[in-house]
Antibody
Framework: QVQLVESGGGLVKPGGSLRLSCAAS????????MSWIRQAPGKGLEWVSY????????NYADSVKGRFTISRDNAKNSVYLQINSLRAEDTAVYYC???????????WGQGTLVTVSS | QSVLTQPPSASGTPGQRVTISCFGG????????VNWYQQLPGTAPKLLIY???QRPSGVPDRFSGSKSGTSASLAISGLQSEDEADYYC???????????FGGGTKLTVL
């Protein structure tokens, strides 16, 4: 049974930083591209970033480019999202998900809430 | 504003068939498979349909997907109260090299 478990969310002041983690089990993690998607309160899904299985290809949404950094550790079956220079509009539940070869997000975690407020 | 366009709401009565549309362009739906996600209240999204028409294991065959050109549809037949959820379409975008989502459709079972 595949499980993705996010952690690291919390309340942070504008301009602050957080590091989100996503621990995977039940799948051959090193075979999978991984992605972060976020959902602001009461809003729809917004893709944030993805990283290739080996970590050598990465892309970001324009809204987070230069502030967010995705990384992974295949030995620890984990993917991370370093989020810096946080803004109020970054307030959201952040989900990690595995990204299939045809663009399908086949497994999702339960999400971790990031709240940016002074 | 979302790249893919969905109606914000849809509704039906138990047993009815409802469809949800999703419109895109040549760089997303026009050139790539469409996937649909179901998000039940208070939970994480779940893959409902992939590769336009395929259902992951465990998804009832009441759910079906189709695609034509730059648009796609999700159909739910024999509507049940537990189908009340938000539904999102998504596809890979070749020009942006990202996954793009629709704005979501809130389905109400009357």
């Amino acid at each position: 049974q595949v499980q993705l478990v996010e952690s690291g969310g919390g309340l942070v002041k504008p301009g602050g930083s957080l590091r989100l983690s996503c621990a995977a089990s039940g799948l051959t993690f090193s075979d999978y591209y991984m992605s972060w998607i976020r959902q602001a309160p009461g809003k729809g899904l917004e893709w944030v970033s993805y990283i290739s299985s080996s970590g050598d290809y990465i892309n970001y949404a324009d809204s987070v480019k230069g502030r967010f950094t995705i990384s992974r550790d295949n030995a620890k079956n984990s993917v991370y999202l370093q989020i810096n220079s946080l803004r109020a509009e970054d307030t959201a539940v952040y989900y990690c998900a595995s990204l299939g070869r045809t663009g399908d997000l086949d497994y999702w975690g339960q999400g971790t809430l990031v709240t940016v407020s002074s | 504003q979302s790249v893919l366009t969905q109606p914000p709401s849809a509704s039906g009565t138990p047993g009815q068939r409802v469809t949800i549309s999703c419109f895109g362009g040549s760089s997303d739906i026009g050139g790539n498979p469409v996937n649909w996600y179901q998000q039940l209240p208070g939970t994480a999204p779940k893959l409902l349909i992939y590769l336009n028409t395929q259902r992951p294991s465990g998804v009832p065959d009441r759910f079906s997907g189709s695609k034509s050109g730059t648009s796609a549809s999700l159909a739910i037949s024999g509507l049940q109260s537990e189908d009340e959820a938000d539904y999102y379409c998504a596809a890979w975008d070749d020009s942006l090299n990202v996954v793009v989502f629709g704005g979501g459709t809130k389905l109400t079972v009357l």
